[in-house]
């Protein structure tokens, strides 16, 4: 199977205009058809090079995968969740790009690759990068059914189907990728043993005493380690497929999954054929300039062997990718020996190495409590640095590792029990981050020459830390030494930050976005103010947060009134306030969903989300909700969301409070309340606390005398359990200590700042005494403030249905209103719709901001 | 892409012009979507009266939503950020600034009588 797909979306004037104005003005040499065989990272990088340096001719890859490229370090996280999406990396437009294209032979004479499909592609430059093939030793039972080996996607999927009705899992081969194979196997449920012929686990990143720690860690995980170990046979059940594996002394492991991870071999195959030069033991022989021994053709990445090394490390692959990539374009760079320090994150497990791995004399500092080892091993004056070990707290590799070669800061023992030097003046020549070979020299540069103030732009200008990521602790280091002051605007458009913004509005009375960017800002403001500016406004009370300007200021959540979704289409959330429901209500919601045709599911806060809903069907939906009582629930606002509850007094033998109906008193009061960030709450009518109200911005749990208040609680990525904030309130006083602590949160937090990142700035002891003891005589206005919202709340949704001309912007197509996005289709699941996605052919890795 | 209404030489070149909307449909900083010939086009009008068109789908969600992102300008340029990652592109060049590897297709567009026209060949 061979699918084409061109990664090309832009006009043609565009890729012309492109390809002539030659990105940094390099004159690509006279290579017209460039070929690369294999897609994998190395490749990615190669192509990408390639085209951001302005390559003059056409790309053709030919990949085997019937994927592109994506990232196989990250290959574990595919089996976590993450798809195989996630991890693919972008395909720069203009490449052609064939995959299940598996290349069989070479005519180096005629100068044409011809692929297993019988398609025949002509090359001027040919660029191998084939990568490697795990290594299976030759045991006995290696090819039955349940014996896998972990490089691909492929095999991840064919491994998690095999685990399904399986009980155990072994990886044989207890290095670097065999230890994330188990990581794999037990996040799949197995009972994981990892089986190393070495005396210790990771032998060739550690020393015997760090194996015994990193052992030691991860046999507390549950993991059974068996080291000095082989395989004699690997035996069948009646169905024939795995069930045991036999090791040399008779012992067997009963299993049903076996991954081999014993290393791997670079692909030469299709060099050997082509009469390449290849190594003795494998690898294609390249020089300086990654040049194997045909002019015409390089190799790169792992099946490259360079000075008779075969690296297998993303670092050196992308360095190599870069040096061919110059070469191709007339330059002269030169590959040299790398760095083969690594530090990584196992199983929880921190274990790094640097630099050499003996020497004249060695300090180890060993905390068995904590499992921690680390040892430097340095010159025989114990003045130079040679290298290190770490295992269970890697620090010394990020202070100490641009010392390697050099005089240490202090003595050995000192810096291992310190953490490392306190004040780390780097040469300028040490390297800061290894997988792009960043200098701390060049990131000074950077961020004096190009005035970066932050770590994203440092990233962006000198790639630092945009692979591991290990090196960013030390950008930050670099950036608050060069004496950068980290920058509290809001974006180029405001030096000011939100809640000085907010202050600016308030104070002045300013009620448009032209206004104040034109007094107070410059430019025309972005994707950052204009919604923050907008929450300002909305919180402030300024009328319906469609009118007028406001209307482009608010992003397409709030512009819609629902809640985008990756095909493109939206969500509506219907405010159920204390998620208590008639059963007349829920019938209307059934039914608006099964007349649109949408996907419902119960949320974390006790209501119910429409999914699928095209922008056209939006109006059509919240009138039968309307219609039928229901309210905007502002899920797609940054904004008060919901107050959950548990069943409280009412019917539960427990309760001592009224949970429900405060909940519901709660929700009615701050609905529509815009803030900084989105704000959750819950009632529980008891101290079993069934509602989980701390983990809410603001949460109260009933006492026998009254509601305990506790605030600054969330989940999502940093989870927080709120703090008791007042003891024992009649409702009275809760009520009135709520809108006060809104308020004060709503004037002093930043852009998207939760409640729990807000308090732990301001202290809880001082949001006390301002909210509680009014220190700065203040809680006058704030409650005023939040009497002036309660009573000024109108119903969004309805308020657009009454407008004509609101209305007449929910349309997919200003040309045809008519008409639905043909872009958007459905598929069945489980009784229910859910989206097609779109192929892409450009795919990101993460947010670019958030 | 930038075409004012007293650009005349476009409107001289006459063919592939089709009429999506009145000018005054458009919203100063706020875009509309136009469906023409198969094409999804993001029609875009900023505070000062110019009117760009670039493609609607964002290349790294593969949705096609852009028409709904948040207009606004970096340095001098304009630009629109995608609703879905908040990427940011030229309205001009249709280039996305935070990753120069990857742009939107661009479209002619101009002002006819009180029309606006928008040209996908």
Redesign the interface.
């Known amino acids: 199977m061979t699918s084409e797909r061109r990664a090309d979306?832009?006009?043609g004037a565009?890729r012309e205009g492109?390809a002539g104005r030659g990105?940094n003005g390099e004159a690509s040499a006279t290579v017209s058809r460039l070929v690369v065989v294999g897609h994998g990272p190395t490749a990615s990088r190669l192509v990408?090079t390639l085209?951001?340096r302005g390559f003059g001719g056409t790309i053709t890859v030919l990949g085997e995968e019937p994927r592109p490229a994506y990232d196989r370090v990250a290959l574990t996280s595919y089996l976590a969740g993450k798809s195989a999406e996630d991890l693919t990396y972008?395909v720069?437009?203009g490449v052609t790009l064939r995959l299940g294209a598996r290349v069989t032979g070479i005519d180096r004479e005629a100068k044409v690759v011809t692929t297993a499909d019988g398609h025949a592609e002509p090359y001027d430059v040919l660029v191998l990068a084939t990568g490697s093939s795990p290594f299976v030793p030759p045991v006995p039972g290696r090819d039955l059914d349940g014996c896998f080996v972990y490089r691909t996607i492929d095999d991840l999927d064919a491994i998690r189907e095999a685990s399904q009705d399986a009980v155990s899992g072994v990886v044989i081969g207890g290095g670097l990728l065999g230890l994330e194979a188990a990581d794999a196997l037990r996040g799949l449920g197995l009972a994981t043993h990892v089986v190393e012929m070495g005396g210790w686990l990771m032998p060739r990143q550690v020393d015997e005493g760090g194996g015994a720690v990193l052992r030691g860690h991860i046999e507390s995980l549950g993991l059974n380690v068996h080291t000095g170990a082989g395989v004699k046979e690997i035996v069948a059940g009646p169905d024939g497929r795995v069930n045991g594996l036999v090791k040399p002394d008779g012992e067997t492991i009963e299993t049903q999954v076996v991954v081999f991870s014993a290393g791997v071999r670079p692909r030469d195959e299709l060099a050997r054929a082509g009469g390449l030069d290849v190594g003795e033991r494998g690898g294609i022989v390249v020089d300086d300039g990654m040049r194997t021994s045909d002019p015409a053709i390089y190799a790169v990445g792992e099946c490259a062997l360079h000075e008779g090394m075969v690296y297998g490390l993303v670092g050196p692959c992308f360095t190599m990718a870069e040096v061919a990539a110059d070469r191709i374009l007339g330059g002269e760079a030169a590959f040299a020996p790398v760095d083969m320090s690594t530090k990584l994150k196992l199983l929880g497990v921190e274990v790094a190495q640097f630099g050499a791995m003996d020497g004249a004399l060695d300090v180890t500092f060993m905390d068995p409590v904590t499992g921690v080892y680390q040892k430097l091993f340095v010159s025989d004056d114990a003045r130079t640095l040679l290298g290190g070990i770490c295992v269970g707290d890697a620090a010394p590799y990020n202070t100490l590792k641009p010392f390697v070669g050099r005089e240490l800061p202090g003595s050995p023992s000192e810096l291992l029990f310190t953490g490392g030097p306190s004040n780390m003046d780097l040469p300028d020549d040490a390297q800061v981050c290894s997988c792009n070979n960043v200098t701390k020299g060049r990131i000074c540069s950077a961020i004096a020459d190009e005035g970066l103030t932050d770590v994203a732009g440092i990233k962006s200008c000198t790639r630092a830390g945009t692979a591991c990521g290990s090196c960013v602790p030390m950008l930050k280091q670099i950036l608050i030494k060069s004496g950068v002051e980290v920058s509290k605007a809001l974006c180029?458009?405001f030096a000011y930050s939100r809640a000085e913004l907010f202050d600016i509005v308030r104070v002045r009375g300013i009620t448009t976005f032209?206004q104040l960017i034109a007094e107070h800002g410059t430019?025309?403001?972005?994707?950052v103010?204009?919604?923050t500016v907008a929450s300002i406004l909305a919180s402030l009370g300024n009328g319906h947060i469609l009118d007028g300007?406001q209307?482009?200021?608010q992003?397409?959540?709030d512009?819609?009134l629902a809640n985008?979704q990756?095909?493109?289409t939206y969500s509506v959330v219907p405010r159920i306030p204390g998620g208590e429901i008639t059963p007349d209500k829920l019938i209307v919601i059934g039914e608006v969903a099964r007349d649109f045709g949408l996907y419902t599911k119960i949320t974390g806060g006790q209501r119910i989300d429409l999914f699928g809903a095209r922008v056209e069907q939006l109006p059509l939906i919240w009138k039968r909700l309307v219609d039928a009582g229901f309210e905007s629930g502002h899920a797609y606002g940054k904004a008060l969301r919901t107050v959950k509850s548990c069943v409280g007094s009412t019917w539960c033998r427990y309760g001592v409070q009224d949970s429900v109906g405060l909940a519901i008193a709660l929700e009615l009061r701050y609905r529509g309340l815009r803030s900084p960030h989105k704000l959750k709450s819950a009632v529980s009518g008891c101290a079993r606390e069934c509602a989980e109200a701390r983990g809410k911005d603001f949460g109260i749990i009933a006492t026998e005398q009254g509601w305990n208040l506790y605030v600054g609680g969330n989940g999502g990525f940093t989870p927080r359990h709120a703090d008791l904030f007042a003891s024992d309130l009649s409702t009275d006083e809760l009520i009135r200590v709520i809108d006060r602590f809104l308020m004060f949160y709503i004037r002093t937090a930043d852009r998207l700042q939760r409640t729990s990142v807000w308090l732990e700035n301001q202290g809880l002891d001082y949001v006390k005494e301002v909210v509680l003891e009014d220190s700065l005589g203040i809680c006058a206005e704030l409650e005023a403030q939040m009497e002036r919202h309660v009573a000024g709340y109108a119903d969004e949704w309805r308020a657009v249905l009454e407008d004509p001309e609101r209305l007449r912007r929910f349309v997919?197509?200003?040309?045809?209103p008519g008409?639905p996005?043909?872009?958007i289709s459905f598929e069945p699941e489980r009784d229910q719709v859910k989206p097609v996605?779109?192929?892409?052919?450009?795919?990101?890795l993460e947010?670019?901001?958030? | 892409m930038t075409v004012l209404s007293e650009d005349l030489r476009a409107s001289r070149e006459g063919a592939g012009w089709t009429r999506i909307c009145a000018y005054t449909d458009l919203l100063p900083e706020r875009g509309v979507c136009a469906l023409v010939d198969g094409h999804q086009i993001a029609v875009f009008r900023t505070f000062d009266g110019a009117l760009y068109a670039v493609g609607n789908r964002d290349p790294f969600s593969g949705a096609f939503v852009l028409s709904r992102g948040i207009v606004g300008s970096r340095g001098d340029e304009p630009t629109v950020s995608s609703p879905m990652h908040k990427q940011v592109f030229s309205l001009v060049s249709g280039e996305c600034l935070d990753d120069p590897a990857v742009a939107l297709p661009t479209y002619g567009i101009r002002v006819a009588g009180d029309a606006v026209e928008v040209n996908v060949l």
Request: charged share 25%; with cysteine.
């Open positions: 979306a832009v006009s565009f492109r990105a990408e085209t951001g972008p720069p437009e180029e458009h032209s430019g025309r403001g972005c994707d103010c204009k919604p300007e209307a482009a200021l992003d397409t959540n512009h819609f985008i990756r095909n493109g997919s197509f200003v040309n045809a008409t996005d043909p872009s996605l779109i192929p892409l052919e450009t795919v990101r947010p670019a901001r958030s």
